[in-house]
């Protein structure tokens, strides 16, 4: 008979044993990490719902992280728009304060502008980390150039100082008339003639009113337009009065009342009633003649500063096309009058244009009809200037296109390219232009020199005018040009320009108000200055119909108001999925710790009984003798 050894038999002893630290080892590591498992794996059945879980926790942890940056984003855009509208307020203060011109010809208010202007510069080309928030998709890029480039330009390239100059030479003219031209027509001693010179620039005419006794007034008409005053045979009476209205560079208008009296010498806005109808006229026409060089002097500088600053800043493509003729028997320069069809001898185009021919603009195309014109149709027999207001319509442009000496001037909407062709090349080519022109958006400036005689308004170039705005400019709204998804289903826009309307029109008054210098001996400087102020404080107040700097701040308020609905949702939402996935991935640690305590009592006394059974010997079971 053979005896087994205690191993052989006890072998079940030593595997549970193995077993139950196995099983300790896994709890005392669940203790430790808190999880059930280390791996999936481990986790059971629940595996696939402990996946799902996790990831939508690190998606919910990513919209966290986008809806932070954006956030911090909105924030800077905020703080920099709610600067500018501060600086908006400022300067409309400013522009309130009594007038005290110092030596370079400027006040106190304006040089509180300059300095605004430069913060409110500095301001557009705001950064959030390494991003440019003003310039659009472009924003690696500042939105503007610095203020002093914009203001006084750099090498060639003219800044907003200079094209102011030009413009005010070109509205005052040479004789410092606004363009106008004050005459008695040939052959006559009784008749005040007042007519404009066919250019874009000065005084415009409106209405005249008259009580003058006698008199027969003749209102604006022709082109140019030009008004006459026909004291005929009989003298005004005393007090007998006369108004003129016209229209300034700036859309505003100014008027001014001239009084017959029998005071000599007459006081200032009155003319003395001579001895006859024809020393009454020359007198009118003094008066006339002196009251318009005032308003040339004072409300016309400060209106032409304010339409400079605007073709600065509202930048629009400019195509122009060459000076060309009609086929009248003695051909002249084509005007807005010219027919755009007829025949041989008349002041039609030297190629007329046929029914059906088209000219396309920016992709859309205007027919012509033999009659009966509707929506993008135009009559063969129409004009010249009906052929531009349709050109403008379609294209948007804020600047009427114009005809001057026999050459078009096409501008395009703010911002956006312009682009015309035609299917009769050899009838546009006698509208003077080359089939198919284009252009990309640039300031307006004076088409000179000379500046005082210039007819119209052109494009500038790369080469001699600042671009102000150097961000992207695009044609679709700006907030699309930065878009962020912060929840699956949500998304929100914040992109902004430095050219939209409600910047680009705070900062083009602000600079305007900063680049006009006046000469200080000059008895009309304050008139001039305050005309400016006048214009200044009524721009940088609310425009009904605009867009102003608070519905910005309201569009990005929206996108806050939308990323934080999105995060307090995903808030909820994390918590629900972090418990859930804590109740397949964690533990109890009491329970752990209780089932440790347990495995370890196991354990002790399986250590116990293995040890009695590994000292059990024969010789404890032989008998002793």
């Known amino acids: 008979m053979s005896i087994d050894g205690v191993s052989g038999k006890t072998s079940y002893i030593g595997s549970s044993i193995i077993g139950l630290r196995n099983q300790l080892n896994d709890l005392t590591q669940q203790l430790a990490s808190g999880k059930v498992s280390t791996t999936y794996a481990g986790q059971g059945g629940d595996r696939g719902f402990a996946l799902s879980l996790r990831a939508q926790v690190s998606s919910i942890d990513a919209f966290t992280d986008t809806a932070t940056n954006v956030n911090t984003r909105l924030s800077v855009a905020n703080l920099a728009l709610q600067g500018i509208s501060d600086i908006g307020a400022s300067v409309k203060s400013a522009a309130a304060a009594t007038i005290v011109l110092n030596n370079n010809g400027q006040t106190s208010g304006q040089i509180t502008a300059q300095a605004a202007f430069s913060n409110a510069v500095s301001l557009l080309n705001s950064q959030s980390g390494d ?259 349709k050109i403008d319509s379609i294209s948007g442009a804020t600047t009427p296109s114009t005809v001057t000496g026999g050459a078009i001037a096409l501008h395009g909407a703010d911002g956006a390219n312009l682009s015309v062709s035609s299917s009769n090349t050899a009838a546009f080519a006698a509208l003077g232009f080359s089939a198919p022109a284009s252009a990309t958006p640039a300031p307006l400036r004076v088409n000179g020199p000379p500046f005082a005689t210039a007819g119209n308004l052109i494009g500038g170039t790369s080469a001699n005018t600042v671009s102000w705005y150097t961000g992207e400019a695009g044609t679709d709204p700006a907030r699309g040009t930065a878009i962020a998804r912060v929840d699956q289903a949500v998304t929100v826009q914040y992109g902004a320009r430095a050219n939209e309307q409600a910047l680009r029109y705070q900062l083009q008054n602000i600079a305007v108000y900063a680049a006009v210098t006046t000469n200080a001996n000059n008895p009309n400087a304050k008139s001039q200055v305050n005309a400016l102020q006048q214009r200044i404080a009524a721009n940088l107040a609310q425009q009904p119909g605009q867009q102003s700097i608070q519905d910005m701040q309201a569009e990005f308020a929206g996108a806050q108001t939308a990323i934080k609905a999105a995060t307090d949702r995903q808030t909820q939402l994390k918590a629900m999925a972090q418990t859930m996935l804590d109740s397949i991935e964690g533990i109890n640690q009491d329970e752990v710790a209780t089932k440790i305590l347990a495995l370890q009592t196991n354990l002790q006394a399986s250590y116990q009984t293995t040890s009695m059974l590994y000292q059990t010997t024969l010789i404890k079971y032989l008998p002793v003798s």
């Open 131 to 389: 991003r440019y928030l003003f310039s659009g998709r472009a924003t690696d890029s500042a939105a503007t150039v610095p203020a002093d480039v914009m203001l006084n330009g750099t090498g060639t390239q003219a800044g907003l100082t200079q094209l102011i100059n030009e413009r005010r030479q070109a509205d005052q003219g040479v004789s410092l008339m606004g363009r106008l031209a004050v005459s008695s027509p040939p052959a006559t001693t009784t008749v005040t003639s007042l007519a404009e010179d066919g250019s874009s620039f000065g005084l415009k005419l409106g209405a005249i009113s008259s009580s003058l006794t006698g008199a027969t007034v003749t209102q604006p008409t022709g082109t140019p337009p030009a008004a006459t005053i026909d004291l005929g045979a009989v003298n005004p009476n005393d007090g007998d009065k006369i108004t003129f209205n016209f229209n300034l560079p700036d859309g505003t208008s100014e008027a001014f009342s001239l009084t017959a009296t029998t005071t000599n010498p007459p006081p200032a806005g009155s003319f003395l009633i001579g001895v006859d109808t024809a020393a009454t006229t020359a007198n009118l026409q003094g008066a006339l003649t002196s009251s318009i060089q005032t308003l040339s002097d004072t409300s016309l500088v400060a209106a032409s500063a304010i339409a400079a600053s605007d073709n600065f800043f509202n930048s629009s493509a400019t195509v122009m096309g060459g000076a060309v003729n009609n086929q009248a028997t003695i051909p002249a320069p084509i005007t807005g009058a010219t027919l755009l069809s007829g025949a041989a001898g008349t002041d039609s185009l030297a190629t007329s244009f046929a029914v059906n021919d088209t000219i396309t603009v920016n992709g859309t195309p205007i027919t012509f009809v033999a009659s009966g014109a509707t929506g993008n149709q135009l009559n063969v027999t129409d004009s010249v200037q009906a052929l531009l207001a």
